[in-house]
């Protein structure tokens, strides 16, 4: 089975997300876009998950 490219992007944002919340630190949108290595031009659909999950 082969993950398709928004789903990819959405697993990478909840993981990144998860992750720096353990670690106690602030979830801002560029951090998490670096550290999950997400491009500028995300699919609607992730660009929506991560601002949800961003201050």
Known sequence: MVEDVPSFQIRRIHYIVDQL?????NVTEWLVRRKAGLKT?????AENVLREHTE
């Open 41 to 45: 031009n995300l699919d609607t659909k």
């Open 21 to 25: 919340k353990e670690q106690g630190q």
